[in-house]
């Protein structure tokens, strides 16, 4: 009776686990995804199989699950997959590029077919730039879909950093002026 409610057990939390996790550790590709200054992915959640960057929610094809509970390891709560960001790319796509300027704690899925070297599978990364940045360098080849879930504004400056900046200018230009002028020669008669 005991041997039966530990298999019962282990046969629940097998089918109750995350969806789908794959057999290739996403930490291992962290460094894989690099920007021209540096930066590379800081955290990520799967690989887990298949393409799960749709909208699909059905027993036999639990990809909104799937990225709920990715996500939610990554500190980010999905909500409805068509308010995000989503490309294609093509399979020998080497740079990856939302067309908008990714900033702060960010956070993208990608999936790679089945050439690549994490098979046909799909990754949420994390990253925190620190600066904006328009693209990142995938390392990974055959990507095929990538969806931007969350990225921050670069930030603006405030007006009275606008007004020191415009006072600096003129400070400088004042300067400059000053130093210009032709010197005066002394003439003896």
């Known amino acids: 009776m005991k041997l039966r409610r530990i298999v019962g057990a282990v046969v629940f939390g097998i089918s109750a686990g995350p969806a789908f996790a794959g057999t290739v550790d996403c930490t291992n590709y962290l460094g894989s995804f690099t920007t ?4 590379t992915a800081t955290s990520c959640a799967g690989f887990f ?12 094809n639990p990809d909104v699950q799937t990225q709920t509970s990715a996500l ?13 960001t989503k490309v294609d790319l093509a399979s020998d796509a080497t740079v990856l590029s939302f067309g908008t300027p990714l900033y702060g704690d960010t956070i ?9 070297a994490v098979g046909n599978s799909t990754g949420f990364f994390e990253f925190n730039f620190t600066q904006p940045t328009s ?26 950093s606008w007004a020191l900046m415009l006072l600096g200018f003129a400070g400088i230009g004042f300067a400059l002026r000053r ?3 032709p010197a005066r020669l002394l003439q003896i008669a």
């Open 108 to 116: 993208i899925g990608i999936h790679f077919g089945n050439s690549s």
């Open 36 to 39: 021209s200054t540096g930066t």
């Open 179 to 181: 130093t210009h002028r």
């Open 49 to 60: 199989d298949g393409n799960v960057l749709d909208n699909s929610s059905t027993t036999q």
């Open 72 to 84: 939610a390891s990554l500190g980010f709560t999905f909500t409805d997959f068509n308010d995000y």
């Open 135 to 160: 693209s990142i360098n995938l390392g990974i080849s055959a990507p095929s879909d990538a969806v931007l879930y969350t990225t921050a504004s670069a930030p603006v400056p405030e007006p009275a």
